[in-house]
């Protein structure tokens, strides 16, 4: 019978988490890994160009929002409309 979270040890819980997490990311993994090439890639890209934008928009010491390029905002908005078509948001 496992033991309740409330009588385990700190190393108990720091372990039952841990082992929570791992089974939450293999599982999103395998939902992932369902997705085709192409939704898989859009999805990236997208996160890629989100993470470079905002990365550049939101700290001062990596330029600010007026740092950020057409070129990066272009790029995000081809990747945003790739998103939109490979998982039907436009309907």
């Known amino acids: 019978m496992a033991k309740k979270l409330e009588n385990m040890t700190q190393d108990e819980r720091f372990a039952y988490w841990a ?8 599982e999103r993994a395998v939902k992932i890994n369902k997705l085709t090439y192409a939704q898989r890639m ?3 890209e997208v996160h890629r160009w989100l993470d470079n934008v ?3 928009a939101l700290y001062p010491d990596m330029g600010g929002i ?3 390029s057409a070129y990066d905002l272009q790029e995000l908005s081809d990747a945003k409309d790739t998103l939109q078509f490979q998982f039907n948001l436009n309907d």
Do not use: F, N, P, W
């Open 19 to 26: 082992k929570v997490r791992e089974k939450e990311k293999a």
């Open 42 to 44: 859009a999805v990236i």
């Open 66 to 68: 007026r740092s950020v």
């Open 54 to 56: 905002l990365d550049t």
